[in-house]
C-alpha cells in the first residue's frame, strides 16, 4: 500500500476567497510560498514555489483547477534508490462552502513508494500540509504571516 494521508481545516470565510488565497501566487506568497510562488494554478501549467525556509525553488504540474471547488497538483517526490527512477506524488485539494459561511478546505496527497524514503517524505508532507492550513488560516483571518520565523 502506497503512503497517502488527508488533512482537513475550515477557514472563516467564503469559498472563492479561500480558493484564491491559493490559487493566486501573490496570495499564496503572503503565507506560504515565503519565496515566491511564480505562476498562477490554471489546469495545464507548471508553476514554481520556493520557500525562503527551505531554499530551493521546484516546479509544480497544475493538473486540473475547477473554481472555488478543486485544485489537483503533482510534484516530484525526493529521490530514493528504487531502480523505477524519479516519480512524483500527486496533491488534491477541496474547497467546500459550508451553511455557516465557512469554508472546509481537505488536502490529499499519495503516491509514495512503500519505502523507507516514501515513509519520511509522506510524513514531512502531511506536516507541511498541516501547517499550509494554518497558515492560510492566520493570514486570511487575521493578517498574521505564521510561517515568518517558525521553520529558522
Not at 13 to 31: G, K, M
Not at 51 to 64: I, L
Request: glycine share 10%.
Amino acid at each position: 500500500m502506497a503512503y497517502e494521508f488527508t488533512v482537513r481545516g475550515r477557514i472563516s470565510r467564503p469559498v472563492h476567497e479561500v480558493f484564491e488565497a491559493v490559487a493566486d501566487p501573490s496570495r499564496l506568497s503572503s503565507y506560504f510560498t515565503t519565496g515566491g510562488a511564480q505562476g498562477r494554478l490554471e489546469t495545464g501549467a507548471t508553476v514554481t514555489w520556493d520557500f525562503h525556509d527551505f531554499p530551493g525553488a521546484f516546479p509544480v504540474d497544475v493538473v486540473e483547477v475547477v473554481p472555488d471547488r478543486k485544485i489537483v497538483l503533482r510534484w516530484d517526490a525526493p529521490p530514493d534508490d528504487d531502480p523505477a527512477g524519479p516519480y512524483q506524488t500527486e496533491v488534491t485539494m477541496t474547497f467546500e462552502a459550508l451553511e455557516d459561511g465557512r469554508t472546509l478546505v481537505a488536502i490529499h496527497e499519495g503516491g509514495w513508494r512503500e519505502n523507507e524514503v516514501g515513509q519520511k517524505a509522506s510524513y514531512g508532507n502531511c506536516e507541511g500540509w498541516t501547517g499550509m492550513l494554518c497558515a492560510m488560516r492566520m493570514w486570511i483571518e487575521h493578517g498574521i504571516n505564521l510561517r515568518n520565523g517558525f521553520y529558522k
